[in-house]
Nanobody, 128 residues
Framework: QVQLVESGGGLVQAGGSLRLSCAAS????????MGWVRQAPGKEREFVAY????????YYADSVKGRFTISRDNAKNTVYLQMNGLKPEDTAVYYC?????????????????????WGQGTQVTVSS
């Protein structure tokens, strides 16, 4: 049973930083892709970033590129999302997600609905 537990959300002023964590358990994640997806009130899910657990390749949505960094700690089975230069439009519930894929690359990993497993979400609020 895959479990994903997020932490690190909160309230921050525009321009500030937060680091989200996602503790993963229940599986060996070497063939998994870990993603961060966010959803603002009244809006659809939006892909933010992914990292391929094996090899560490990453990809970011244009809206966060240059401001957010996704990383993983193999020893702790934890994925992080470092968010710098936060803007009010980054306000959303952020979800950690995992999907099984033995492929080296797939464009499907950018689809927020591709992922199989989800955490409970953590609220990020950016005030102006």
């Amino acid at each position: 049973q895959v479990q994903l537990v997020e932490s690190g959300g909160g309230l921050v002023q525009a321009g500030g930083s937060l680091r989200l964590s996602c503790a993963a358990s229940g599986r060996t994640f070497s063939s998994y892709v870990m993603g961060w997806v966010r959803q603002a009130p009244g809006k659809e899910r939006e892909f933010v970033a992914y990292i391929r657990w094996s090899g560490g390749s990453t990809y970011y949505a244009d809206s966060v590129k240059g401001r957010f960094t996704i990383s993983r700690d193999n020893a702790k089975n934890t994925v992080y999302l470092q968010m710098n230069g936060l803007k009010p439009e980054d306000t959303a519930v952020y979800y950690c997600a995992a999907g099984f894929s033995p492929s080296l690359y797939s464009v499907r990993w950018r689809d927020p609905n591709w992922y199989d497993y989800w955490g409970q979400g953590t609220q990020v609020t950016v005030s102006s």
